[in-house]
């Protein structure tokens, strides 16, 4: 324990029944936004396919990855990195690309197909970070972020999004009143929650609505177009133990080009992400272990869930505030979280729950979630202090915003008499990465700014 600060960084110390207490909170802090994930994804197949998927994505094999793949995490960072591997929402953009996808291969095929080529391609993100990690750990951090600078990867954060902005409001307008409950919850435990209530807003907001839900269902009350607000009869159906559905994936160009541009991002969040983390523990994770094993680590954990068919895993700040708010900053409680994912994962009744929700509960909360990720990109921008004044960073993120939300339907090209789609967020971040290297007058400077450099993770 550092006793100036009463931070733990032993939790043995707190005996076994306080160490499980405190992943399980740890396991809360993840588990609204973690799960929701798969909840959403499936709603795309339901706008696309025009009735529920097969399977598509599941909530069992969502936590599963997730509990796993922070495990794997750990081992990689060696054991050292206070860090919990959640559902990453930055890929739900081509998850709801290729659920739409109707032309070639794609033609009639159904749901649950659909989800294991956008699996695959989220496999091909995954190594992405493997490959980042490397030429990190061969020419350093410096060089490498001339090429992704903030002019680059906010915007492409912000399209990211605004992309998904119609699916929020698809959704919430099946029932605006529950839509409601479910934002308005999460907004006043975001500004004036306390404790552990301020770290979990959207967990909170899942269930106080929820249980609205459940009240007006009893009450008879039925949704504008006249459909139950609730079916119970999948968790009368599903057992109390069970294996996690797994379902390997698939691979093809096109569903491989939808997903693994959005890892540009992502690798971007990483880096942020362990700079938080170093800040809260007081140790700079990102010399010791260092950058490339963190990245390694997380590349590994969203490869290995997109190949069991699982979202991909990205480090979560929801754990980061817990560490802040408990002080115990030891990462055996962070595994013991992982563990508890594991174990909810073998049982069928809490996922067959969960897929009850009712869309307008996932609409309401989209609201929230798809703008703070646009927000997210804004405050990238923001913090770095990006020169809008100037031709060349404007015209960079004019085209960025611009192929990011004009290209609807993407671009369809032929190889090789092989049909290959480029949604409009891998068109918008290729093109951003160009102008940069092509335009004059780079701005980003290692060093120069520095609380800019701190905030996307970078220290001299």
Request: glycine residues 12%; hydrophobic residues 55%.
């Amino acid at each position: 324990m550092n006793e100036s600060s009463g931070v733990i960084t032993d939790a043995r110390e707190l005996g076994t029944v306080k160490m499980l207490i405190l992943g399980l909170q740890h396991m809360f802090a993840m588990f609204g936004a973690t799960i929701l994930v798969p909840i959403l994804v499936n709603s795309y197949f339901v706008d696309a396919c025009g009735e529920g998927p097969t399977r598509g994505l599941t909530v069992a094999v969502t936590l599963f990855c997730a509990g796993f793949g922070t495990l794997l995490f750990h081992v990689c960072a060696k054991f050292k990195v206070p860090a919990f591997l959640g559902s990453s929402f930055a890929f739900l953009s081509g998850f709801a690309t290729v659920a739409h996808l109707d032309t070639g291969m794609y033609a009639g095929m159904g749901a649950n197909e659909k989800a294991a080529y956008a699996c695959g391609g989220i496999v091909i993100a995954g190594l992405l970070y493997l490959v980042l990690a490397l030429i990190i750990r061969l020419v350093g951090v410096k060089k490498v972020m001339r090429y992704l600078p903030p002019v680059v990867t906010g915007p492409v954060i912000i399209c990211i999004g605004l992309s998904l902005a119609s699916s929020a409001i698809g959704n919430a307008s099946t029932n605006w009143f529950l839509a409601f409950i479910a934002l308005a919850v999460i907004i006043v435990f975001n500004i004036w929650g306390k404790g552990m209530f301020k770290i979990i807003p959207i967990l909170m907001g899942v269930v106080i609505s929820y249980a609205a839900a459940v009240f007006m269902n009893v009450l008879g009350i039925k949704n504008p177009d006249g459909s139950a607000i609730l079916n119970f009869a999948p968790v009368a159906e599903a057992g109390l133990v069970g294996l996690p559905p797994l379902q390997l994936c698939k691979f093809d160009v096109t569903a491989i080009l939808v997903m693994a541009p959005i890892a540009i991002a992502t690798m971007m969040e990483h880096v942020g992400d362990m700079s938080a983390i170093s800040a809260t523990v007081g140790k700079n994770f990102l010399a010791d272990p260092g950058l490339h094993r963190t990245l390694l680590g997380d590349g590994l954990a969203t490869a290995m869930a997109g190949i069991l068919g699982g979202p991909a895993n990205t480090t979560y700040g929801e754990n980061t505030g817990v560490l802040e708010l408990s002080r115990v900053h030891d990462p055996r409680v962070i595994r013991i979280a992982a563990v508890f994912a594991i174990i909810v994962s073998f049982i069928p009744k809490v996922s067959a729950i969960i897929s009850t929700m009712p869309s307008s509960i996932i609409g309401g909360v989209s609201f929230m979630l798809y703008g703070m990720i646009s927000a997210i990109g804004v405050r990238n921008v923001v913090e770095n202090k990006v020169d809008l004044t100037k031709s060349r960073n404007l015209i960079i993120a004019g085209v960025i915003f611009v192929c990011g939300l004009g290209f609807n339907g993407g671009l369809t090209f032929t190889v090789a008499g092989t049909p290959i789609t480029l949604t409009a967020l891998a068109i918008a971040a290729i093109a951003g990465i160009l102008l940069n290297i092509v335009l004059p007058g780079n701005d980003y400077e290692f060093g120069v700014n520095v609380s800019g450099d701190e905030n996307r993770g970078i220290h001299a």
